[in-house]
């Protein structure tokens, strides 16, 4: 069973960073690809940032690419999301998720996903 726990969540003022932690258990990270989504109240969920664990490739959104930095740390079967430059829209629960196979940031790619941690960004 595929566990994804999420840390590092907060309320920042707007241009603050913050860095959010996810640890995976119960799964391999070979081959796979580690990914953060978020969600706001009334809003699709959309994909931020995923990274590859096996050669380390990236890919963000657009509206992220120059803000946010994805990295994983293997041993520890954690991945991070530095996300600096803050504005109001970033506000959303952000969301963990892992897939067997190559990075994409559409949701139905992944099944296995976190509970979730708030990120508030204020003026």
């Known amino acids: 069973q595929v566990q994804l726990v999420e840390s590092g969540g907060g309320s920042v003022q707007a241009g603050g960073s913050l860095r959010l932690s996810c640890v995976a258990s119960?799964?391999?990270?070979?081959?796979?690809?580690m990914a953060w989504f978020r969600q706001a109240p009334g809003k699709e969920r959309e994909g931020v940032a995923g990274?590859?664990?096996?050669?380390?490739?990236?890919v963000y959104a657009d509206s992220v690419k120059g803000r946010f930095t994805i990295s994983r740390d293997n041993a520890k079967n954690t991945v991070y999301v530095q996300m600096n430059s803050l504005k109001p829209e970033d506000t959303a629960t952000y969301y963990c998720?892992?897939?067997?196979?190559?990075?994409?940031?559409?949701?139905?790619?992944?099944?296995?996903w976190g509970q979730g941690t708030q990120v508030t960004v204020s003026l």
């Open positions: 998720a892992a897939r067997s196979g190559s990075c994409g940031l559409l949701r139905g790619m992944y099944h296995d």
């Open positions: 119960g799964w391999s990270s070979r081959g796979s690809c």
């Open positions: 990274i590859s664990t096996s050669d380390g490739r990236t």
